[in-house]
């Protein structure tokens, strides 16, 4: 009942994290309300969740699978029916606050009001106003296009075309045209973006939170102000590394840009081969060490030997039964999508399902040959071994120890795909030396660590809009002040508040939370070590794979067994033996990288 898809844009769908729906329906005021009662309340939950969450993913498969309008509607028929039944069901939840239920039940209650992303205010008109704003905001973005000239319609450019050029060009002038080009998409959100902030904090308040973001802090087994501080902590740990790859990245890209990048400033938004400067991969090009190239390819590997789609699943699933896990049922590779069809539209971006909670667990994906994809189909499988481990669990806990810790498992394990683990399945003949380490650890650098400021400063942006510091007179400055403060990356040009940058980034627009990105980027360190401890693995953490480790495979189910029954620190408990989210990991993963970046960096400051 459930799908998960990538962190890019036109990114992610949780059935049971969308949106309340208007739910003006009146309030139960029956008899008061006894143990028994919330018991039985609670198996009808999980029995009406069960069945509404099997339709909304069959629907949902098939929309996606054979794009018409009646798919379409079908499927948005079948969310709003999840999406309404949860919003009826976590008012009703209220019902039971001051009865004295069993731990395992009032974590029930406690996650059905937790499970709402917005909630509507129960004033009928209000509530259809907000959910008129919410889907109007979110098709907004995916109308989102700049035309170079209006006039003519060739010249139009929607995401993906934006995307490929901040990729791949180099030209100063065109990164900057197509930056702010994008950016011209969001100022005719702002007005309707106050509004939103201000009905889904009256929904939010009327289930008992100060505010929408207090409710989604509210998520984390914790209070709400101890969260925020937890996640300052980890960002403290890992922001001498990010000031160290700010600083390596702004010496090359100045000498490759000139004076369009500061020798001491912030790095300007528009040059780091991403528009959101999320991600820095593309970059790689321009500020690649020397003599550090890894000495394969396994794209050309995979190439070379031809090797089928389906023939990289299985590879992928072998990973996760060298673990000790079960292997695939049947029907995964009797319904799974791997190929592109040649007669219909679909949607290809990768994504992982679990159909019926139990073993209809299926993954979408158009696979090509690539290195990319063979990491990526690591990563969905994860989901999918994921949903098949917590499936004993009531309905209500068939999800992860927290939303960080979902893109996380897939995460963690395609960090083992490593050079020995490809030697050892026979795609690659030797593992290239320690020497050519940095050139590997630069990649995932500019993916992973320079994501993490991002990651962060989303939703520190959103909460402090939501509890009402930043007013809509403040967005875009307040937004700026955090991309410098945390990101050290600046606009090309002033933005003033006749902007509304945030709007040009798919989560804000559609209402995703996004803390869960930074949590994943942290955990999957930390779970990676940790795995790679319990196989024994004595060599740098980067070169370790945990294939063919039922020790590892073992903590593993352990954790991934229990979904949400518990709160998160004792699930992270049992797979790393700590309580605490330790983000030192990813210290240890790039110590030889940060090593180097010392000896590149003597004699240049660093910071902005
Ligand atoms: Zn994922």
Redesign the pocket.
């Known amino acids: 009942m459930r799908r ?3 962190l890019v844009p036109g990114g992610l769908v949780l059935a049971l994290s969308i949106l309340a729906a208007a739910c003006g329906g009146s309030e139960t005021t029956a008899a008061p309300k006894s143990a028994d009662d919330a018991k039985q309340f609670l198996t009808n939950v999980n029995k009406t969740m069960l069945k509404l969450g099997i339709e909304a993913a069959q629907a949902g498969w098939v929309a996606q699978n054979f794009i018409t309008e009646d798919t379409e509607a079908l499927d948005a028929h079948s969310n709003q029916q999840v999406i309404e039944a949860v919003a009826r069901y976590a008012k009703e939840a209220a019902a039971y606050n001051n009865i004295q239920v069993p731990p395992d039940a009032r974590r029930q209650l406690d996650l059905l009001k937790l499970s709402l992303v917005m909630v509507t205010p129960s004033d009928p008109a209000e509530a259809t106003e907000l959910t008129r704003i919410a889907s109007g905001l979110r098709s907004t973005y995916g109308r989102g296009k700049w035309c170079a000239d209006p006039s003519k319609p060739q010249s139009c450019m929607n995401i993906d075309d934006i995307t490929k050029v901040m990729a791949e060009s180099r030209s100063e002038p065109e990164l900057r045209k197509v930056w702010e080009g994008w950016h011209t998409i969001s100022p005719p959100m702002r007005k309707d973006y106050a509004r939103f902030v201000e009905l889904s904090n009256k929904g939010a308040k009327e289930l008992g939170f100060v505010d929408t973001g207090a409710m989604w802090r509210q998520k984390y087994d914790m209070p709400a102000d101890e969260f925020t501080k937890e996640l300052d902590r980890l960002w403290e740990q890992v922001r001498p590394l990010y000031v160290k790859l700010h600083a390596y990245v702004r010496m090359k890209l100045r000498a490759k840009y000139g004076d369009a990048v500061p020798q001491e400033g912030p790095l300007p938004a528009h040059l780091l081969g991403n528009i959101w400067a999320q991600d820095w991969s593309n970059v790689y090009p321009l500020v690649s060490p020397a003599n550090a190239d890894a000495g394969y390819s396994l794209t050309d590997i995979l190439k070379r030997r031809k090797t089928a789609p389906l023939d990289m699943v299985k590879i992928g699933e072998r990973f996760y039964t060298s673990l000790g896990f079960a292997p695939l049922p049947e029907t995964f590779w009797k319904r799974s999508l791997f190929v592109r069809p040649q007669d219909r539209d679909v949607v290809c971006h990768a994504s ?1 399902w679990d159909i019926d909670s139990e073993d209809d667990v299926r993954i979408k994906m158009c696979i090509q040959p690539t290195e990319e994809d063979f990491n990526t189909i690591h ?2 499988l994860g ?1 999918n071994f994921y949903q098949r481990a917590y499936k004993a669990q009531p309905v209500l806990f068939r999800d992860s120890a927290n939303d960080g810790f ?2 996380a498992i ?1 995460d963690a394990i395609a960090l083992s795909v490593t050079p020995e683990y490809l030697v050892r399945i026979g795609l690659l003949d030797k593992a290239p030396d320690a020497s050519r380490d940095i050139g590997l650890l630069m990649t995932r650098a500019l993916e992973k660590v320079a994501f993490l400021p991002f990651g962060l400063l989303i939703d520190q942006w959103r909460w402090k809009v939501f509890a009402g510091e930043v007013p809509p007179a403040t967005y875009n400055k307040v937004w700026w002040d955090l991309r410098l403060k945390y990101q050290g990356v600046a606009p090309p040009a002033a933005r003033g508040e006749d902007f509304f940058d945030p709007g040009a980034k798919y989560h804000v627009p559609d209402n995703t939370p996004y803390t869960r990105y930074f949590l994943a980027h942290i955990l999957q360190f930390q779970f990676h070590r940790a795995l790679s401890q319990a196989a024994g693995c004595k060599g740098p953490l980067h070169r370790c794979s945990i294939y063919e480790s039922k020790e590892a495979g073992q903590r593993l189910n352990a954790m991934l067994t229990m979904g949400l029954s518990r709160p998160w620190p004792e699930a992270l408990e049992a797979l790393t033996g700590s309580k605490q989210m330790d983000a030192s990991a990813i210290l240890d993963y790039f110590a030889p990288l940060d090593k180097w970046l010392d000896e590149q960096l003597k004699g240049q400051k660093t910071g902005w």
Request: without cysteine.
């Open positions: 998960l898809d990538e992982a990563h969905e989901h979902h893109e897939g």
